[in-house]
Structures are given as structure tokens and as C-alpha cells.
């Protein structure tokens, strides 16, 4: 591909470009479209950085796209807006490209967005930066804002939802905005026929003396007649190529008196097929070389296609070396030129639960179709659906069709007897939420449809180390996302991506702070990490090894779902997160409020921290943290059985890890449970292998080791259970055991009390701890030592001279 920039003729790849920055807003018209293409390499170059990826395509393309089995995110990845240009075809060949820091570029030129326009042609393209060619981003956005115009009801584009490309003519407005001499112009036919214009800058110019023309397409030879008397000069060659589509019918145009003269350049006679579009005229006072989509055509020059193509000014000095073609022998490919060759095709959009489009080129549709959505095998039926006479419809999507769980794109295929019409699925609210949020939508969205990888987890956290109160509030929202754990996904789509305003939160999820209302997407993402056990592939090769940054891939590489080596979420990443979550915990005052945050907590511990860098270093403290912040949270009625369920499996799971914490466990079911562990809760809450909480905790491990663990904790015998026995025996009257470590004092006060002599109250059962420092009954804090007796034996004398009591914490 050759670039017109400036001055200067070079080799060029709009890859080059595209993969130069991080893009957050980017706009390509085509007329032709592979889907394949446009995921592998444009996509996947800004797949990191971009919130709105916006594909205008003509109806052609859009229809040949539809065969494109290796499409997998359109329509919930990027925009695709078919157009039918209502006088010709939808020709130009744009990409628009912004920045978050204000960056704008744009380019113009001769290639679809296919293998062959990016590279497998011979293609121009003309780099537009701003202030050099801010003349050219004007004129780009005054045809943007004619496309929009063309596309209203009657209008001369036929589009089923208007594109709102105002973000776009915006860009375009700020790229113009740049002070700037250039004298190049950006020409488009949504308002006037090409070469009109053309003709009027060569008259600027003093008058054309000479033009070649460039081109894949001529209709016979009347494009290049149509030029030429448009411009006035009859002075013209014809490139021709090594390959091409098509040869210039030289001699039906010495036939009707116009003489037209063969030549070559090496620009333009590789042995690439030819379907650069160029006129080189000179002129009396200089040179305009006019390049971009524009073939020499009648449709193109007349304006019944809609083209773009920049004109630059240049001095009278030949640029391309052209020489007479005396001899010529051009391959010919025999592709067909643009044209709208009829079919039909829908044009289909989802929001809020209901499909709507339109049945596009297809003459009698109206009637009844059967529907169903499909994604490579997998179907799932619609039912049948009533086509009016413009072909629009509507369909509400039952319930238990849920279009995000395919996971890649989804395609709407009605079909009657033998008739079959496609078209693909655009997810209209998911799309409005990633013009907001970028990244993070599409992450979660992978995630809520289970195909999720260690780069999407990594912006969830990153989200989460930001804000993590909003996913305590989501929590909060839905009961710890457990309420919804058994119900249909399709809610997620349903409400998270019906609408607009779903998503229309008063701040983005980089500042982290501000109020908030209710977030669908924040809520589905709860529900999600609450949910099934995790493939066995979650976190297998999910994206590049060694040039991550923190939880997210390499710019420039798209995250696969394949399964192989496994990839870790970065540590620093995974430590941000969970320290911010604590932290959010830990203000909410303690007890039975901290419940949803709770099981949000645990799901997410038992989820995440298994898939990432040393994740036995982490689990450990993670769940022992988890512990603290549940003492005192059990729910008085009802939803006591979930986190109850949790609270088995992290003091199970702690004592498979080391058996040495069988009795501090057992103390933490003492307090959680506000006694002793009855058979009843033994029985009924024992650990189970394969039950979901034990299965996130540790997958794979066998039966017999949770029970053994279960056991170990049962019967071990905890400071509380000494105390308690000590106290049953001094009050029964019978034998006793004190406590080991207790002082001969103290042994000497219980065996009075057991006598029945002295004073009963020279014993203080403490039965429950105040916040701060543990005090005697008379208000007197014990000194360290006693203070480390009474937390390590529950029992410690109070050295206040007027009181002198033994404690005995039988506290919980």
C-alpha cells in the first residue's frame, strides 16, 4: 500500500498505524467487509484501549460478511451499521482514530476493510494529521454530518437505526481546529457529484493540460470520458498494471474520438492486483493528485456512489515516473465492479429483552417467518414472527433464550420453506455500555457468559481496587448475588444492556468515587462470581506470557479462549483488589449488616485468588481474614444456611492445609455459632466433596479428606470448652479440672467456691467481651501478662488491691 502524505510517496501500513497508540474511539467506512480480517488485526490492535469501534458498511458487505464463520464479536464487541445507498453504492474507505489524550489521525483510501485492502492489493492511502490537513477533517465532518442527514426517513442512505456519529464529527470538528496551512481537500459526493469538484480546483489551478488515470473500474470507458469533460482537457493515459480486475477499453474510446494513451509506473505494477484509485492532472499552475475510493467510474465521478477522496496540491514535477506502456499484458482477475446486486439480509438490533430490524431487499417477505439465533452450532428457537409490509418486526425474546450466553456473535435467521434470510445480532445496550466504560464492559460480559480469561478478571480488578464500594453496594443490592443463584443469566442482558440508562452512572468507573444509583452491570457481575464452578480452561492460555501489564493483555493482542499452558492474574493485581475490598469491609460496623458483603467476599477469594501468582500464599490469609470479619455476622433468621455453608468450608479448608488449626477452628465455629457445634449442625453442614463451596476452595479433593478435617475439628477441645466445663463443675458442686497454667491462687479460689465457702462473687464469669481492652467486673483493664493469660487460658486474677476476683472469660 502506497501513502500520499503531504509531499511524499512511501510504502505504508494502516496496520502500522492503528497499532501506534492506544485508540479510544475509532470509525471505518467500507464497501466491502471481512469480519475475519477486521477482528485479527484492527480490532486486536486497540483491544485494550477502545470504548467505541463503529463500522459503516455497505449492504453488500454487510451480506457477504454473514458467511464469515470466524466472526466472533460483532455486534457486542463493535458497531456494525449496514447502509443501502438509495442512487448507487456506499464506497468510501475511512478510518477515523481519537485518542483519551486528544490524539486525532484519519485516512483515506482505496482499501476495504479486508486482507486485500490492507495489504494483498495495490491499494493508496492518504494520512491525514491535523494542522497539516485540518482543511480535510472540516470536510470530513461536514460528510459525516450529511451521511447522518441521508440517513433520516426519505433520505438518499437507507440505514434501519440512524448511526449517531456526533462523538465522530466531533473528533473530526477538534482535528480541524488545529491551526494549520494545508491546502489539500477532502472531497466527498454526499452533497455533489466528484468530478464537479475535481474540476474546480484544476480550474484554480489554471486549467488541466494532462490527467492519468489510476483505476480498477472504468465502465467501459465512459468514467474516464465523463472525467475528461468534466475538467475540460482530452489530453489522458490509462495505468496499466500487471494485474487488474479489469483493462481499459482503449479502443471504444479512440471510437468516440477521445485518444487514450497506455502507460505504467512501478507504483502501481507489482503483481499485486491493481485497485488503487488515483488521478495525477496536471495542470498550468501545478499538480492535483486526487487518491481514496473513488474509481474511474460513472456511478464514482457522477455521484450516484457515495465516495471520499482527498486532492492534494502538489508542484508540477511528476511523482509516480510514468513511461508509455508500448506493450501490455495485464492479468485479469475479473472481479465485478460495486454495484448493488440485490438479496435480502435483516438488520437486527437487541434492547431490552426485544429484537427489532428490518428485512432488507427482499421483494414479498412480509408474512409469517420461524426465527431462531444461532451461533456456529448451537440454535436456540425464537418462535415464529410477523413480517409487515416495510419489513420491519419486533420480537420478545423468551426468557429462557439468553443472546449474551452464546458468547461470540449471534446471528437472527428467519426462515419459510426454503427461504432463509440472516442477519447479524447487535447488542445495542452492551454497545452504549462500552461507549462509557470501555474495556470493562466487555470484560465482565465475557465473564457473565462464562468465556472470561485471566486478562478480563485483571480489569475487574483493577475496577475493584478502585471502587470497591461499588461492588459492596451491588452485594448489598443482591443479597451477595446468592438470591440469583440458580436463576436464568438472561436478566444480565436483559437489564443490564436494555437500556441506555441502565448504565448512566453520574461518574466512570476510573474515578472511584461519587454517588451512585443502582448499576445493572455491577449487579450482574455479582450474581456472576457467585455462580458455577469455573472451567477447567478458565485460566489456561488466555493471553500473552511476558509483556502483561497488571491483569490485562499485551496492546495490541485480543484475549482467546483457548485452552493450554495456564496464565496466572499478577499478583500485585490480585493484592490491590482484596486489600481495598477488606478495607470497605472492615468500616461496615460488625455483625449480621456485613452478611451480603460476606458471600460476595468469599466467592470472590474462591474464585480469583486459586488462578492467581502464588495463590496458596494468598488463600491462606485471605480466608483467615475472611473469619475475622464474620465473627458475630450469622443472621438471627433467615440465610443463616449460606454463609453457614462458607464458614464450613474456609475452617475445613484452613485445617486440610494444616492440622494444626483444628482447635483454632473449632473456637471460630464456637463464635460463629454462639455455642457449642450441635450434632444437628455437624450432621447437616459437614463438608461435602464436590458440593460447589468446597469444590472453589479445593477442586479435586477427595471426600474422605473433608471428613477427616470435620472430624479433626469436632473433637478437638478448645480454651472455651475447658472454661465452660470448669464452670458446669464449680456450679454442680463437682469435681473439676482446672485449667493448665492456672496459678495456685486461683486454684485455691476455686476449690473455696466449689466448698460453698467464702464469697460467691470472688468469681467473675466474664460472659461477653466489651469493645477494646477486657476489663474486670469492677472496671479494672488487666496489666499485659494478665491481659495474655485471660486471651490465651480465659482465665486471669485482677490485680486492682480492692477486688482481687479471677476472670473467667466463657465468652463467645
Given at each position: 500500500m502506497s501513502a500520499i502524505g503531504g509531499f511524499q510517496l512511501q510504502p505504508f501500513s494502516p496496520r502500522d498505524l492503528i497499532s501506534s497508540n492506544a485508540w479510544s474511539s475509532i470509525l471505518f467506512t467500507t464497501y466491502s467487509l471481512s469480519l475475519s480480517f477486521l477482528e485479527a488485526i484492527p480490532l486486536s490492535a486497540v483491544y485494550k484501549s477502545y470504548k467505541n469501534f463503529t463500522v459503516i458498511s455497505d449492504i453488500e458487505g454487510y451480506r457477504a460478511s454473514l458467511a464469515d464463520v470466524g466472526a466472533v464479536g460483532v455486534g457486542r464487541d463493535y458497531d456494525l451499521v449496514p447502509v443501502r445507498c438509495r442512487t448507487g453504492v456506499f464506497h468510501p474507505k475511512i478510518a477515523l482514530l481519537a485518542d483519551e489524550d486528544g490524539n486525532i489521525r484519519a485516512t483515506v483510501g482505496s482499501g476495504n476493510l479486508t486482507f486485500g485492502g490492507w495489504g494483498y492489493n495495490n491499494e493508496v492511502l492518504d494520512y491525514l494529521s491535523p494542522g497539516r490537513d485540518s482543511v480535510c477533517f472540516a470536510d470530513l465532518a461536514g460528510m459525516l454530518e450529511s451521511m447522518m442527514r441521508a440517513t433520516l426517513s426519505g433520505g438518499r442512505l437507507e440505514c434501519v437505526a440512524t448511526p449517531d456519529l456526533a462523538p465522530f464529527i466531533d473528533i473530526a470538528r477538534k482535528g480541524a481546529g488545529v491551526a494549520g496551512e494545508g491546502t489539500s481537500r477532502l472531497l466527498h459526493t454526499m452533497d455533489r457529484p466528484l468530478a464537479e469538484q475535481i474540476a474546480e480546483m484544476t480550474e484554480d489551478l489554471g486549467g488541466a493540460e494532462h490527467i492519468t488515470v489510476v483505476s480498477p473500474f472504468f465502465s467501459g470507458h465512459h468514467g474516464v470520458r465523463l472525467l475528461c469533460e468534466s475538467i475540460l482537457c482530452d489530453n489522458v493515459s490509462v495505468a496499466v498494471p500487471a494485474v487488474a480486475p479489469s483493462v481499459f477499453d482503449f479502443a471504444a474510446a479512440a471510437g468516440e474520438g477521445l485518444v487514450v494513451l497506455p502507460v505504467r509506473s512501478d507504483t502501481f505494477s507489482d503483481q499485486r492486483s491493481l485497485h488503487s484509485k488515483l488521478f495525477d492532472i496536471e495542470c498550468a499552475r501545478g499538480r492535483?493528485?486526487?487518491?481514496?475510493?473513488?474509481?474511474?467510474?460513472?456511478?464514482?465521478?457522477?455521484?450516484?456512489?457515495?465516495?471520499?477522496?482527498?486532492?492534494?496540491?502538489?508542484?508540477?514535477?511528476?511523482?509516480?515516473?510514468?513511461?508509455?506502456?508500448?506493450?501490455?499484458?495485464?492479468?485479469?482477475?475479473?472481479?465485478?465492479?460495486?454495484?448493488?446486486?440485490?438479496?435480502?439480509?435483516?438488520?437486527?438490533?437487541?434492547?431490552?429483552?426485544?429484537?427489532?430490524?428490518?428485512?432488507?431487499?427482499?421483494?414479498?417477505?412480509?408474512?409469517?417467518?420461524?426465527?431462531?439465533?444461532?451461533?456456529?452450532?448451537?440454535?436456540?428457537?425464537?418462535?415464529?414472527?410477523?413480517?409487515?409490509?416495510?419489513?420491519?418486526?419486533?420480537?420478545?425474546?423468551?426468557?429462557?433464550?439468553?443472546?449474551?450466553?452464546?458468547?461470540?456473535?449471534v446471528q437472527l435467521v428467519y426462515s419459510r420453506g426454503a427461504e432463509e434470510v440472516r442477519g447479524w445480532l447487535v447488542l445495542r445496550g452492551f454497545l452504549d455500555a462500552m461507549n462509557r466504560r470501555g474495556p470493562l464492559v466487555r470484560s465482565i460480559g465475557r465473564h457473565v457468559s462464562g468465556l472470561g480469561t485471566s486478562g478480563d478478571m485483571g480489569i475487574i480488578l483493577e475496577f475493584v481496587a478502585k471502587d470497591p464500594g461499588a461492588l459492596l453496594a451491588a452485594a448489598e443490592r443482591t443479597g451477595g448475588g446468592r438470591q440469583t443463584r440458580s436463576s436464568a443469566s438472561h436478566a444480565f442482558v436483559k437489564g443490564a444492556f436494555g437500556t441506555m440508562s441502565a448504565l448512566d452512572m453520574r461518574e466512570t468507573w476510573r474515578s472511584g468515587s461519587g454517588a451512585r444509583g443502582p448499576d445493572d452491570l455491577i449487579d450482574a457481575l455479582v450474581r456472576s462470581l457467585t455462580g458455577s464452578l469455573p472451567a477447567d480452561n478458565d485460566d489456561a492460555g488466555d493471553d500473552e506470557d511476558e509483556e502483561k501489564i497488571d491483569g490485562g493483555q499485551r496492546r495490541g493482542t485480543r484475549p482467546s479462549n483457548a485452552g493450554g499452558g495456564g496464565q496466572r492474574i499478577r499478583q500485585k493485581i490480585v493484592e490491590r483488589a482484596f486489600t481495598q475490598l477488606f478495607a470497605k469491609m472492615e468500616a461496615v460496623p460488625a455483625g449480621p449488616t456485613r452478611g451480603s458483603g460476606l458471600c460476595l467476599l468469599f466467592d470472590m477469594i474462591a474464585r480469583i485468588v486459586p488462578r492467581a501468582e502464588d495463590a496458596e500464599r494468598l488463600l491462606v490469609p485471605y480466608l483467615e481474614r475472611w473469619l475475622g470479619l464474620a465473627r458475630g455476622a450469622r443472621p438471627q433468621d433467615e440465610g443463616q444456611e449460606g454463609l453457614d455453608d462458607c464458614v464450613v468450608a474456609v475452617v475445613s479448608r484452613l485445617v486440610i492445609g494444616d492440622p494444626a488449626k483444628s482447635g483454632k477452628m473449632h473456637q471460630v465455629l464456637q463464635a460463629w455459632l454462639g455455642g457449642e457445634v450441635s450434632d444437628a449442625f455437624a450432621a447437616d453442614r459437614a463438608p461435602m466433596a464436590g458440593a460447589l463451596d468446597q469444590e472453589l476452595l479445593g477442586r479435586g479433593i477427595p471426600q474422605e479428606t473433608w471428613s477427616a478435617a470435620w472430624e479433626s475439628i469436632l473433637s478437638s477441645k478448645t480454651p472455651w470448652n475447658t472454661v465452660n466445663d470448669l464452670r458446669r463443675a464449680l456450679l454442680d458442686g463437682t469435681a473439676f479440672v482446672a485449667p493448665e497454667g492456672t496459678s495456685d491462687k486461683e486454684l485455691a479460689v476455686f476449690r473455696r467456691f466449689a466448698a460453698r465457702e467464702g464469697r460467691p462473687d470472688r468469681i467473675y464469669w466474664m460472659e461477653r467481651r466489651h469493645d477494646g481492652r477486657p476489663a474486670c467486673r469492677c472496671g479494672h483493664h488487666f496489666p499485659g501478662i494478665e491481659e495474655k493469660r485471660l486471651n490465651k487460658l480465659r482465665i486471669a486474677t485482677c490485680d486492682n488491691f480492692l477486688c482481687g476476683r479471677v476472670v473467667v472469660d466463657v465468652s463467645l
Open positions: 492535483l493528485v486526487v487518491g481514496g475510493s473513488a474509481n474511474a467510474t460513472t456511478p464514482a465521478l457522477s455521484g450516484s456512489n457515495v465516495e471520499a477522496v482527498v486532492a492534494r496540491i502538489h508542484d508540477r514535477a511528476p511523482l509516480f515516473g510514468w513511461s508509455p506502456a508500448t506493450v501490455y499484458n495485464v492479468s485479469i482477475t475479473g472481479e465485478n465492479e460495486p454495484s448493488q446486486r440485490g438479496g435480502a439480509t435483516l438488520v437486527v438490533e437487541y434492547s431490552g429483552g426485544v429484537v427489532s430490524g428490518r428485512l432488507v431487499g427482499g421483494a414479498g417477505s412480509a408474512g409469517e417467518w420461524d426465527a431462531v439465533l444461532a451461533s456456529g452450532a448451537r440454535r436456540s428457537v425464537i418462535g415464529r414472527v410477523e413480517i409487515g409490509e416495510d419489513g420491519e418486526f419486533d420480537i420478545a425474546v423468551p426468557d429462557r433464550v439468553d443472546p449474551l450466553s452464546f458468547g461470540s456473535s
